[in-house]
Every structure is written in structure tokens, then in C-alpha cells.
């Protein structure tokens, strides 16, 4: 069982910043590859960023530049800093954890946290 508590939204203006937090709630050490996602009223859910469990990151191009993806593995949290941030970052943004094998297989999304970014 995996339960990921998100956190560190909230409203900013236009070239502001933001360090949202995802803390994952497990029994089991297991490596994940991690992800944050977002979703814009009216739109799909669309990727943001993903760190892999050997810490390779991908970012995607809207968000390339801006954002940093990292994770504390003492802390069992991923982090997402976010600069720069303009309107169109405003969504709601979820992690997601995907592990590997019979104990850590599975697919797991926080609840999401909403950032709003005003001009």
C-alpha cells in the first residue's frame, strides 16, 4: 500500500515561485520512478516532469528551464520547484509513483494540489 500526501500549492503572481512536495507513505523500501503531472480546467491531464529511480530526469518543454524535479530519499519526498511560473502553469498538480515487481509494482497518484498563478 502506497499513499502519497502532496502539499506546498497555492497563489502567485506571474514570475513567482512555488517548491510543491510529495511525501510517500509506504512500509516497503522500494525504488520508484516518480512523476508530476498537472491538469487545467477543461484539459486533459498532461506530464510535467519524471525522475527515474537511478535519478534520470525528463522535463517536458512548457515547463523546461523553469521547473526542477528532485527527490530527498532520506525523506521519501519528491520535490517540484517551480520559477518562473506564469498563467498558464495554473492546474492542479499530482505526483504519481510507479514500482516494479510483486512487493513494489503498482501505479499511485496523490490527491493533487492546486497552484493558481495570476498576471
Known amino acids: 500500500q502506497v499513499r502519497l500526501v502532496e502539499s506546498g500549492g497555492g497563489s502567485v503572481q506571474a514570475g513567482g515561485s512555488l517548491r510543491l512536495s510529495c511525501a510517500i507513505k509506504t512500509d516497503f523500501a522500494c525504488k520508484y520512478d516518480m512523476s508530476w503531472y498537472r491538469q487545467a480546467p477543461g484539459k486533459e491531464r498532461e506530464f510535467v516532469s519524471r525522475?527515474?529511480?537511478?535519478?534520470?530526469?525528463t522535463y517536458a518543454d512548457s515547463v523546461k528551464g523553469r521547473f526542477t524535479i528532485s527527490q530527498d530519499n532520506a525523506k521519501n519526498t519528491l520535490y517540484l520547484q517551480m520559477n518562473s511560473l506564469k498563467p498558464e502553469d495554473t492546474a492542479m498538480y499530482y505526483c504519481k509513483v510507479e514500482g516494479r515487481g510483486i512487493i513494489c509494482g503498482g501505479s499511485y497518484w496523490g490527491q493533487g494540489t492546486q497552484v493558481t498563478v495570476s498576471s
Open positions: 525522475i527515474g529511480n537511478d535519478g534520470t530526469t
